[in-house]
Nanobody, 115 residues
């Protein structure tokens, strides 16, 4: 079993920035199997940022150019740098890890973008 713990959410004004962190409770097979999803109120969970292949990130169209995913294998962690935040980015953000047929989710961290 792997526990994923997110941190870094909060309230920010439009145009602001936040950096989310996700730490795995033990060594993972590869941090490039980790990514970020989000779920807005009343909406479905959507993929936000992930690695298509080792070290090659990809993003949902709505966040391209504003969000950056990165990772640190030594810390079994991935990060999501979010810049130029918009009210429509308001959601619970979840860390996800899927080494194969299993998948693991964090508990989520709330991001609220509002003036």
């Amino acid at each position: 079993q792997v526990q994923l713990v997110e941190s870094g959410g909060g309230l920010v004004q439009p145009g602001g920035s936040l950096r989310l962190s996700c730490a795995a409770s033990r060594k993972v097979f590869s941090i490039y199997l980790m990514g970020w999803y989000r779920q807005a109120p009343g909406g479905q969970r959507e993929k936000v940022a992930y690695f298509v292949r080792r070290e090659r990130p990809d993003y949902a169209d709505s966040v391209k150019g504003r969000f950056t995913i990165s990772g640190d294998s030594a810390k079994n962690s991935v990060y999501l740098q979010m810049n130029n935040l918009k009210p429509e980015d308001t959601a619970v953000y979840y860390c996800h890890y899927s080494p194969g047929i299993d998948e693991y989710w964090g508990q989520g961290t709330q991001v609220t973008v509002s003036s």
